[in-house]
């Protein structure tokens, strides 16, 4: 049975852009590639912060959309583990190396936004987080009401158990 629950579709929308603008950034972007995840992950977050219409056309399976949710936890636990810490020196540190030789000491004209970038991505990924959060909330109560009869989808995916480990701050 897909998922066309225009609240679910809008909590996508919203996960989606913010991923795309504060998370997923031209000034984040490189610092991203210190996590440990496998490609089949990066595929499944790309697929949920992608705003594809295929989706809104199709509707989502509940597999799939825990899937994508259990992947972009994962992303979250990483990134505070890895990225967090040491935002700041990660990210400045991330720059980009040609724009640097080009300029020979001019001042960095994007350094102000990278440090405001590295500054806010701790206070962005627990927004990120929230929102995974409440879409695997909303998730779970369209299952349980479309299964009354049946177990739901979420109980069949032993994964989902360790779901808040991964999204609450540490």
Do not use: C
């Amino acid at each position: 049975m897909p998922i066309k629950d225009p609240d679910i579709f809008t909590l996508i929308e919203k996960i989606s852009e913010h991923y795309q603008n504060n998370i997923s950034n031209r000034f984040v972007r490189k610092a991203l590639m210190l996590l440990d995840l496998q490609q089949s992950q990066w595929e499944k977050i790309e697929n949920l912060t992608s705003n594809s219409d295929f989706y809104r056309t199709q509707g989502f399976q509940f597999d799939e959309l825990y899937e994508m949710i259990i992947a972009a936890a994962h992303f979250i636990y990483q990134a505070r583990v890895r990225i967090v810490p040491n935002a700041r020196s990660i990210i400045l540190q991330s720059g980009d190396p040609f724009t640097a030789k080009k300029q020979q000491g001019a001042p960095d004209k994007d350094r102000v936004l990278r440090d405001m970038a590295a500054q806010n991505f701790p206070v962005n990924l627990g927004i990120f987080s929230d929102l995974v959060n409440e879409l695997y909330m909303k998730t779970t109560s369209l299952d349980k009401a479309a299964h009354e009869k049946k177990k739901p989808i979420y109980e069949k995916i032993p994964e989902l158990k360790d779901i808040g480990r991964y999204l609450v701050t540490s």
